[in-house]
Structures are given as structure tokens and as C-alpha cells.
Nanobody, 123 residues
Framework: VQLQASGGGSVQAGGSLRLSCSAS????????VGWFRQAPGQEREFVAG????????AYEDSVKGRFTISRDNAKNMVYLQMNSLKSEDTAVYYC?????????????????WGQGTQVTVSS
């Protein structure tokens, strides 16, 4: 599976962005998918995950209530709607497909990673 993240950009605090993750060469309709982010000098961290059918989602505490992960298996796409953005959300965002059907938090369970997309939030 080859993944591609897109939709990043620069926005002011309080604004919104919608990230998209597309898959090529193979579908990821049977895989959990996660969004991770990495700020300069920091570890890549889990942001949100979604199960193969969208029936289960998980979020990192700091984004709960602001970010929403969704998927459209017919289009082979996963999305991350980010609202009420804060400066601390600034990072490179990556999507990844898990070895599991669930969108788990553990980075080690993801074996397909896309190129990142930069999100910059200015205060």
C-alpha cells in the first residue's frame, strides 16, 4: 500500500484544515488507519485512528473534541478534520495503515506510511 497525505497548510489559531489520505497500489479498506504528527525535535505521536469500517475511533487527549477522523472506503480515502487549531498542533502530519483492523495507538503496529503534510498554526 502506498499512502499519500495532503491538505496541510498555514492557518491562524482557531482555524480549520482537512487532511486527506489516499492509498494506491492496493486498498486499505481492511486496515485500521491512523494519523500521526511530528513536531521538530519531538517523537512522532499518535493523533487519531479509525477501524477498518469506521465503526471505532480513537483520539489523543489534546485533540479530542477538535479533530474528527473519518473514512470513505468506496473512495479509498481517510480524512482528518481539524478545527479550533492551536499553535501546538503545528507539525508534519502522517497517515499510516495498520497491520490490524483497528486504528490502534501503537506506532509499531503500522507498517505503511505516507509522506507527511505540513500543518502550521500561527497564533
Amino acid at each position: 500500500v502506498q499512502l499519500q497525505a495532503s491538505g496541510g497548510g498555514s492557518v491562524q489559531a482557531g482555524g480549520s484544515l482537512r487532511l486527506s489520505c489516499s492509498a494506491s497500489r492496493r486498498t486499505f479498506t481492511n486496515n485500521g488507519v491512523g494519523w500521526f504528527r511530528q513536531a521538530p525535535g519531538q517523537e512522532r505521536e499518535f493523533v487519531a485512528g479509525i477501524s477498518w469500517n469506521g465503526g471505532s475511533t480513537a483520539y489523543e487527549d489534546s485533540v479530542k473534541g477538535r479533530f474528527t477522523i473519518s473514512r470513505d472506503n468506496a473512495k479509498n480515502m481517510v480524512y482528518l478534520q481539524m478545527n479550533s487549531l492551536k499553535s501546538e498542533d503545528t507539525a508534519v502530519y502522517y497517515c499510516a495503515a495498520a497491520r490490524t483492523a483497528a486504528g490502534v495507538r501503537q506506532k509499531a503496529l503500522y507498517n505503511y506510511w505516507g509522506q507527511g503534510t505540513q500543518v502550521t498554526v500561527s497564533s
